[in-house]
């Protein structure tokens, strides 16, 4: 019974500028990673071929190393790998594939549709109904075509599309491309693997986003997974599966800290982060200089075992008690100013002075405590 | 702090020990004339605090010529309730020991707790200056330094802070002042002294914006990329187009269809066109007839006119003959006219040479009398002039020779004196009758004579008597008187005389004769400048013009009557009437060449007249006009028809619309050519476009946008941390620096008051402003009209002088406030006070010397006379 690997929207050449340049370097890294595993898992699977659709690359001026480093990570499926390409590598006139083949670095069992056609494959006994992008905006339903298409006898017809499923996505949504929600009963296909959609997300019995490898942005949706798609026979429902390629978990915390025992929560979470987290935390609220340093303290233990950690403290107020400003030897006008510091967090109007004030804030007890820990001259 | 001793050794001019004791505690006051020491015993107490036992910059200390010495100086002073002894040895012999009560310290040890207890620092290296000095260097004026407060008081500042910290208690900071440097510094190490951004800051920036561009750029070109990707496939669809519908072959058809059509309309223009060529032949031929026709009916006209012609001009030559004679008359009239004139003129010509003729010749008379009278004249002086001459030759007498000659005489004289006195004297008286001879001469009667020589003496009938006289000399003599009688014999005779007056009335006829010779010239010359014969020659000359004028008088005619005109009326009158006949002469004629050009003209007239009537008359002129008519008509009809026939084929062409049609076959031609054309260029733009393409898609331009734009944000959120934290600091540094200056103003407090104080004694109801710096600043006094403000700086020296000791007295009443040790020194600090305002700082340094040791060094005791301290000299005998 053949058997599929579906995949899609790997993004390759994508970079992440809410990163630091090297965190951006590793993440981006893992995508053309995850394809490597997915080579892995179809082998392993011994899956008849393996189903990309759409939007491989991220743009079409992708570097020449990229392209290779893509085809490459290929190496670990001999089988068939049938793609098209999506909304943001259509095949226009001029391409990243026509780059790509210029380079002559397409791997000889893949599969490129670079218009819309029926692939068959007579030993696999499947047909492949392709409908790749070949403009930079689509308006009309590329799908349209399948109802038309005749396939050999005997032979499956997969259907592969890229674009958004009318009625069913309310939310965001890459592309305009439109697709009935009953193709593949209109078309009699047996499966119709979808691209654009970067959570794993089934549309029918039939029909499926595979969704993104390896998740790609803070918003859920459950991307990470490749569908090992198995069809016993033709009309037959397929039963999917789905495979964990995703390496790294995106989480987004925001913690408001009102209370001592709030820091402590939020620390003690910190101290869970592990290695595949890529992790953005805002904190909001106040703490006293205490509180402050175990937090920061926290953070940088925890930044340096994640993969990213993004830490925005700019709405947290620094709130020195008494016995902070005691601690610091903070008498006479430095007292004072401290305590002005600490009241204009509140007060000002403008939230960039409130920032501001609680920096200096910061700067100062900072300055105070070292000096304390030195044991610097009165 | 009090001293109580100061002793100096080997210390300039104090070789052998020099000690002050028994100082009071308030003032003290030390006199001495320059030169005595006052200074040397301030500069060895600012030793023994300020510089290092160690130090070699301190040779001025050495006494003079002695290098070898160690100076030395002690101080005993006392501070609260313990007693202090200091002993600095320097150079040769290097040692600092220093006891506080029971305590002992030495060397830099001692140095060290002597800083800390005073309020100074030592120099890293070399001598200690004026920034090291603190509080001392504040309360002990220098000489001449006691107006320049602003240096003391900024070298004192931080120790006076630290002072009046600690006296003001728990509004200052005990950190306060390292923690603002730090801040300060870290706040500096982003930002300028103006707020701009430097450093790592403004290289945040300058990395953020050099990003950005390259972003943006790339974001153009990706644009451009994807525009051109864009326009490919948009030119690839056309090209493919193209290729499937050939456009140029339809409109290539159409074109041909079109030139066939035009080809068959363009023959039916050709025979339009030969019929429109005849039509114009024809017309011309009706020119030419038409032509003819005229031709005759002019000559005809031309006849009459002809007529007309000659008829005029006969009348004219009629009139002009009049004219004519009119003219000669007149000029006959003016002919006589001229004649008449002419001969007036030659009368009055001939009287008026008669009169100048007459004229010339009396004139030559007169001339010629005059003349004859100057020759006579200067002949007679001639002849005189010549006979003057001969005087003068026949008297010649040289000058010499007359000289000559009466000199001799004069010896003659001389020597026959001589020779009488010499001579043998002869006295001799006769008988009647009777006589000797004396040589030759024949004596008789009485008489004597001189015998200067051998005589004679014949007696006759007796004999003969030889008188030879005596004397030597008077042969001499006589032979002296010889020759020179013979010389002047021979000289008058060369002269021709024969005595000397002979020669002297020569010689004075010559020089007369000279005299009146020059006159003669004289005269001679006035007659006659040019000489005698110029003279004859112009008689001569004079003689000849009156002849001849005197001949040509009578050839002339005898005088007219009536008598003559004037001359010039004459030639005017004869100039006018020539004038009037030329004019007559000339209209005369022009009136006959008038005439005869016009009975050319009217014979000429006549001439073309008659030949036109020949030829109006003949014959062959009538049956040649009627030809010409007939002519006319046949060509007339054939004209009409082929007018008719052309406007038919007109018609069709016009119908046909060649015009537009050509235009088609132009258009459909462009079009073809233009379609063709422009497939061609497409598919060489595709090959362009498709290899510029491929070598930007090469450069993965929007990975590599992808990348930057990671670097941007990342350096986006940098710069926001850096600008973060400069505005954090500068808000530090404003509130920090905010709260000190505060602070200070509140220590300023007790210092004003302190100086207000002694301000009055000197100023009443003056104030003093004192700056933040501790400085004084803006000084208001009453004046006679008011307050009046000046700065302390714009004071004069006095001024700032007393101003710069009653500052320094407050900062010491602050300073003892908060329990530190005041010593008060002043060298020479009041020079340029006035009698007057010494007496007012008397009051003040006496009042301050209730509280505060001070040891005043002057060379004027006088202004401290009442200053309540008994002055102590100085002098390095004692």
Same mark, same amino acid.
């Given at each position: 019974?053949p058997?599929?690997?579906?995949?899609?929207?790997?993004?390759?050449g994508?970079?992440?500028? &809410?990163?630091s340049?090297e965190d951006?370097?590793?993440?981006?890294?893992?995508?053309?990673e995850?394809?490597a595993?997915?080579?892995r898992?179809?082998?392993e699977?011994?899956?008849?071929?393996?189903?990309?659709?759409?939007d491989?690359?991220?743009?079409?001026?992708?570097?020449?190393?990229?392209?290779?480093?893509?085809?490459?990570?290929?190496?670990g499926?001999?089988?068939?790998?049938?793609?098209?390409p999506g909304?943001?590598d259509a095949?226009?006139?001029?391409?990243?594939?026509t780059?790509?083949?210029r380079?002559?670095?397409?791997?000889?069992n893949?599969?490129l549709?670079?218009?819309?056609?029926v692939?068959?494959f007579?030993?696999?006994?499947?047909?492949a109904?392709?409908a790749p992008?070949?403009q930079r905006?689509?308006?009309n339903d590329?799908? @349209?075509?399948?109802?038309?298409w005749?396939?050999?006898?005997?032979?499956l017809?997969?259907?592969?599309?890229?674009?958004?499923v009318?009625?069913?996505?309310?939310?965001?949504?890459?592309s305009?491309n439109?697709i009935?929600?009953?193709?593949?009963?209109?078309?009699?296909?047996d499966?119709?693997a979808l691209?654009?959609?970067?959570?794993?997300k089934q549309?029918d019995?039939r029909t499926?986003?595979?969704?993104?490898p390896e998740?790609?942005?803070?918003k %859920?949706?459950?991307?990470?997974?490749?569908?090992l798609v198995?069809?016993?026979?033709?009309?037959?429902?397929?039963?999917?599966?789905r495979l964990?390629?995703?390496r790294?978990?995106w989480q987004e915390?925001a913690?408001?800290?009102t209370?001592?025992?709030?820091?402590?929560?939020?620390v003690a979470?910190?101290e869970?982060?592990?290695?595949?987290?890529?992790?953005k935390?805002?904190?909001?609220?106040?703490?006293?200089l205490?509180?402050?340093?175990?937090?920061?303290?926290?953070?940088?233990?925890?930044?340096a075992r994640?993969?990213?950690?993004?830490?925005?403290?700019?709405?947290?107020?620094?709130m020195p008690?008494?016995?902070?400003?005691?601690?610091l030897? $903070?008498?006479g006008?430095?007292?004072?100013?401290i305590?002005?510091?600490?009241?204009?967090?509140g007060?000002?109007?403008?939230?960039?002075?409130?920032?501001? $004030?609680?920096?200096?804030?910061?700067?100062?007890?900072?300055?105070?405590?070292?000096?304390?820990?030195?044991?610097?001259?009165? | 702090?009090r001293l109580?001793?100061i002793?100096?050794?080997?210390?300039?001019?104090?070789?052998?020990p020099?000690?002050?004791?028994n100082l009071?505690?308030g003032?003290?006051?030390?006199?001495g004339?320059?030169?005595?020491?006052?200074?040397?015993?301030v500069?060895a107490?600012?030793?023994a605090?300020f510089?290092?036992y160690?130090?070699?910059?301190?040779?001025?200390?050495?006494?003079w010529?002695?290098?070898?010495a160690?100076? +030395?100086?002690e101080?005993?002073?006392?501070?609260?309730?313990q007693?202090?002894?200091?002993?600095?040895?320097?150079?040769?012999?290097?040692?600092?020991?220093?006891?506080?009560?029971d305590?002992?310290?030495?060397?830099e040890?001692?140095?060290?707790?002597?800083?800390d207890l005073?309020?100074?620092?030592?120099?890293?290296?070399?001598?200690?200056?004026?920034e090291?000095?603190?509080?001392p260097g504040?309360?002990?004026?220098?000489?001449?330094?006691?107006?320049?407060?602003?240096?003391?008081?900024g070298?004192a500042t931080?120790h006076l802070r630290?002072v009046l910290?600690?006296?003001?208690?728990e509004?200052?900071s005990?950190?306060?002042d390292?923690?603002?440097?730090?801040i300060h510094?870290?706040?500096?190490?982003?930002?300028?002294?103006?707020?701009?951004?430097?450093?790592?800051?403004?290289?945040?920036?300058?990395?953020?914006?050099?990003?950005?561009?390259?972003v943006?750029e790339?974001?153009?070109?990706?644009?451009?990329?994807?525009?051109?990707?864009d326009?490919? %496939?948009?030119?690839?669809?056309?090209?493919?187009?193209? &290729?499937?519908t050939?456009?140029?072959?339809?409109?290539?058809?159409?074109?041909a269809?079109?030139e066939?059509?035009?080809?068959?309309?363009?023959?039916?223009?050709?025979?339009?066109?030969?019929?429109e060529l005849?039509?114009?032949?024809l017309?011309?031929?009706?020119?030419?007839i =038409?032509?003819?026709?005229q031709?005759?009916?002019?000559?005809?006209?031309?006849?009459?006119?002809?007529?007309l012609?000659?008829?005029?001009?006969q009348?004219?030559a009629?009139?002009?003959?009049?004219?004519?004679?009119?003219?000669?008359?007149?000029r006959?009239?003016?002919?006589?006219?001229?004649?008449? @004139?002419?001969?007036?003129?030659?009368?009055?010509?001939?009287e008026?040479?008669?009169?100048?003729?007459t004229?010339? =010749?009396?004139?030559?008379?007169?001339?010629?009398a +005059?003349?004859?009278?100057?020759l006579?004249?200067?002949?007679?002086e001639?002849?005189?002039?010549?006979?003057l001459?001969?005087?003068?030759?026949?008297?010649?007498?040289?000058?010499?020779e007359i000289?000559?000659?009466?000199?001799?005489?004069?010896?003659l004289?001389e020597?026959?004196?001589r020779?009488?006195?010499?001579?043998?004297?002869?006295?001799?008286?006769?008988?009647?009758?009777q006589?000797?001879?004396l040589?030759?001469?024949v004596?008789?009667?009485?008489?004597d004579?001189?015998?200067?020589?051998?005589?004679?003496?014949?007696?006759?009938?007796?004999?003969?008597?030889?008188i +030879?006289?005596?004397?030597?000399?008077?042969?001499e003599?006589?032979?002296?008187?010889g020759?020179?009688?013979?010389?002047?014999?021979?000289l008058?005779?060369?002269?021709?005389?024969t005595?000397?007056?002979?020669?002297?009335?020569?010689?004075?006829?010559?020089?007369?004769?000279?005299?009146?010779?020059?006159?003669?010239?004289?005269?001679?010359?006035?007659?006659?400048?040019?000489?005698?014969?110029?003279?004859?020659?112009?008689?001569?000359e004079?003689k000849a013009?009156?002849?001849?004028?005197?001949?040509?008088?009578?050839?002339?005619?005898?005088?007219?009557?009536?008598?003559?005109m004037?001359?010039?009326?004459?030639v005017?009158?004869?100039?006018?009437?020539?004038?009037?006949?030329?004019? @007559?002469?000339?209209?005369?004629?022009?009136?006959?060449?008038a005439l005869?050009?016009?009975? +050319?003209q009217?014979?000429?007239?006549?001439?073309?007249?008659?030949?036109?009537?020949?030829?109006?008359?003949?014959?062959?002129?009538k049956?040649?006009?009627?030809?010409?008519n007939?002519?006319?008509?046949?060509?007339k009809?054939?004209?009409?028809?082929?007018?008719?026939?052309?406007?038919?084929?007109?018609?069709?062409?016009?119908?046909?619309?060649?015009?537009?049609?050509?235009?088609?076959?132009?258009?459909?031609?462009?079009s073809?050519?233009q379609?063709?054309r422009?497939?061609?260029?497409?598919q060489t733009s595709?090959?362009?476009?498709?290899?510029?393409?491929?070598?930007?898609?090469a450069q993965?331009?929007?990975?590599?946008?992808?990348?930057?734009?990671?670097?941007?944000?990342?350096?986006?959120?940098r710069?926001?941390?850096v600008?973060?934290?400069?505005d954090a600091l500068?808000l530090l540094v404003?509130l920090l620096d905010?709260?000190?200056?505060?602070?200070?103003k509140r220590?300023?407090?007790?210092?004003?008051?302190?100086i207000q104080?002694?301000?009055?004694?000197?100023?009443?109801?003056a104030?003093?402003?004192?700056?933040e710096?501790?400085?004084?600043?803006?000084?208001t006094r009453?004046g006679?009209?008011?307050?009046?403000?000046?700065?302390?700086?714009e004071?004069?020296?006095?001024?700032?002088?007393?101003?710069?000791?009653i500052?320094r007295?407050?900062?010491?009443?602050?300073?003892?406030e908060?329990?530190?040790?005041?010593?008060?020194?002043?060298d020479d600090?009041?020079?340029h006070?006035?009698?007057?305002?010494? &007496?007012q700082m008397?009051?003040?340094?006496?009042?301050?010397?209730?509280?505060?040791q001070?040891?005043?060094?002057?060379?004027?005791?006088e202004n401290?006379?009442?200053?309540g301290?008994?002055?102590?000299?100085?002098?390095? =005998?004692?």
């Open positions: 019974m058997s599929f690997l579906h995949t899609a929207d790997w993004q390759i994508r970079q992440y500028s &809410q990163f340049p951006s370097s590793s993440i981006s890294e893992a995508r053309i995850a394809v595993t997915i080579a898992l179809a082998a699977n011994a899956v008849d071929a393996v189903l990309v659709a759409g491989v690359f991220d743009t079409q001026t992708v570097a020449e190393r990229t392209i290779r480093k893509l085809f490459n990570a290929m190496q499926f001999t089988g068939p790998w049938i793609m098209i909304n943001h095949a226009l006139t001029e391409s990243v594939w780059q790509a083949q380079l002559g670095a397409l791997p000889s893949l599969h549709a670079l218009t819309g056609k692939i068959e007579p030993e696999l006994k499947f047909a109904l392709c992008l070949t905006h689509t308006y590329l799908t @349209a075509a399948f109802d038309d005749e396939t050999s006898a005997g032979m017809r997969i259907g592969l599309a890229h674009g958004s009318q009625g069913i996505l309310a939310e965001e949504i890459d305009t439109p009935a929600p009953d193709r593949a009963h209109t078309a009699r296909l499966y119709l691209g654009d959609w970067h959570g794993c549309v019995a499926w986003y595979s969704g993104t998740q790609d942005r803070f %859920g949706n459950e991307p990470g997974y490749a569908l198995q069809i016993d026979a033709p009309s037959t429902v397929p039963a999917v599966t964990q390629t995703g790294f978990i915390w913690h408001h800290l209370i001592a025992s709030d820091a402590d929560q939020l979470r910190l869970a982060v592990e290695g595949k987290d890529i992790l935390v805002t904190l909001t609220g106040q703490t006293d205490s509180g402050q340093q175990k937090i920061v303290e926290a953070i940088n233990r925890a930044h994640a993969r990213s950690l993004e830490c925005d403290q700019a709405g947290l107020r620094l008690t008494a016995d902070d400003i005691a601690a030897k $903070a008498d006008y430095l007292g004072e100013v305590a002005e510091l600490r009241d204009r967090q007060e000002s109007a403008n939230p960039e002075s409130r920032d501001v $004030a609680t920096h200096a804030l910061g700067l100062l007890t900072t300055l105070l405590a070292e000096r304390q820990r030195a044991g610097a001259p009165v | 702090m109580t001793k002793k100096l050794e080997h210390v300039r001019q104090f070789r052998a020099f000690e002050l004791a009071s505690s003032l003290n006051l030390f006199t004339p320059n030169e005595a020491g006052k200074s040397t015993v500069r107490i600012r030793a605090f510089e290092r160690k130090t070699t910059s301190v040779d001025d200390l050495l006494p010529g002695d290098s070898s160690t100076p +030395t100086v101080l005993d002073f006392e501070m609260g309730s007693a202090f002894h200091l002993r600095k040895c320097f150079l040769n012999k290097k040692r600092c020991e220093l006891k506080a009560g305590k002992q310290f030495d060397g040890d001692a140095e060290q707790y002597l800083a005073l309020g100074f620092e030592f120099a890293g290296k070399g001598s200690s200056k004026p090291h000095w603190g509080i504040l309360l002990w004026i220098e000489q001449g330094a006691g107006q320049d407060i602003a240096d003391s008081v070298n931080e630290k910290d600690q006296s003001v208690g509004v200052a005990t950190q306060g390292a923690v603002i440097t730090k510094n870290e706040r500096d190490a982003l930002l300028t002294s103006t707020g701009r951004p430097r450093a790592v800051y403004v290289e945040a920036i300058t990395e953020r914006d050099a990003l950005r561009v390259r943006a790339l974001g153009d070109r990706i644009a451009t990329y994807q525009a051109q990707v326009q490919l %496939g948009k030119l690839r669809d056309e090209d493919l187009t193209d &290729q499937q050939k456009p140029w072959e339809s409109l290539r058809a159409q074109q269809e079109a066939q059509r035009l080809a068959a309309i363009e023959t039916l223009k050709g025979h339009l066109n030969a019929d005849a039509f114009a032949q017309k011309d031929k009706q020119k030419l =038409a032509e003819q026709l031709a005759f009916d002019a000559q005809e006209r031309d006849l009459k006119k002809r007529e012609a000659f008829e005029e001009a009348s004219v009629v009139a002009q003959k009049g004219v004519c004679e009119i003219r000669d008359a007149a006959l009239a003016a002919e006589t006219e001229y004649e008449l @004139a002419t001969e007036s003129l030659a009368i009055s010509r001939q008026d040479l008669r009169a100048d003729l004229r010339s =010749a009396k004139q030559a008379q007169s001339r010629v +005059t003349l004859s009278d100057t006579a004249k200067a002949e007679a001639q002849g005189n002039l010549l006979g001459q001969k005087a003068i030759r026949d008297s010649q007498i040289e000058k010499t000289e000559s000659l009466r000199d001799q005489q004069t010896k004289s020597i026959k004196i020779r009488e006195v010499a001579a043998t004297r002869l006295r001799f008286n006769l008988l009647p009758g006589s000797v001879a040589n030759e001469e004596l008789s009667g009485v008489g004579r001189l015998v200067s020589s051998d005589t004679t003496v014949r007696i006759a009938g007796i004999g003969e008597l030889q +030879t006289p005596g004397g030597t000399d008077l042969a003599l006589a032979r002296e008187a020759e020179l009688f013979a010389s002047h014999q021979a008058l005779a060369r002269i021709g005389v005595t000397l007056t002979e020669a002297e009335a020569r010689y004075v006829l010559n020089q007369q004769s000279r005299s009146d010779l020059k006159h003669c010239e004289k005269t001679l010359a006035s007659l006659g400048p040019d000489g005698m014969d110029v003279l004859r020659a112009e008689l001569d004079q013009l009156h002849e001849d004028a005197t001949n040509k008088l009578d050839l002339l005619p005898p005088c007219p009557d009536p008598p003559a004037a001359l010039k009326q004459a005017t009158q004869q100039t006018e009437a020539k004038v009037a006949l030329e004019t @007559a002469t000339s209209a005369a004629g022009d009136a006959k060449i005869a050009t016009v009975q +050319t009217s014979e000429g007239s006549e001439r073309e007249r008659d030949a036109l009537l020949g030829l109006v008359s003949a014959p062959e002129r049956s040649k006009q009627a030809d010409v007939q002519n006319a008509l046949t060509t009809a054939e004209r009409d028809a082929l007018e008719v026939r052309i406007q038919a084929r007109k018609e069709e062409v016009d119908a046909a619309r060649p015009d537009i049609l050509a235009q088609d076959v132009e258009r459909f031609k462009r073809g050519d379609s063709e422009l497939f061609r260029e497409r595709i090959t362009v476009l498709k290899s510029k393409l491929e070598e930007a898609g993965g331009l929007e990975e590599n946008r992808a990348e930057l734009s990671v670097k941007l944000d990342s350096a986006e959120r710069l926001a941390e600008k973060l934290r400069a500068d404003d905010g709260k000190r200056a505060a602070m200070t220590l300023q407090a007790p210092l004003q008051k302190h104080r002694y301000l009055q004694l000197l100023f009443p109801k104030t003093l402003d004192i700056g710096d501790l400085v004084p600043g803006l000084l009453i006679g009209r008011g307050p009046v403000s000046g700065q302390f700086a004071m004069s020296f006095g001024a700032r002088e007393q101003m710069g000791v500052s007295l407050a900062y010491a009443d602050l300073l003892k908060g329990g530190r040790p005041t010593l008060i020194i002043m600090a009041l020079v006070s006035d009698p007057q305002r010494l &007496q008397q009051r003040v340094v006496f009042d301050a010397s209730q509280r505060h001070i040891l005043v060094f002057t060379c004027h005791p401290w006379r009442s200053a301290a008994d002055p102590v000299a100085i002098s390095a =005998a004692g």
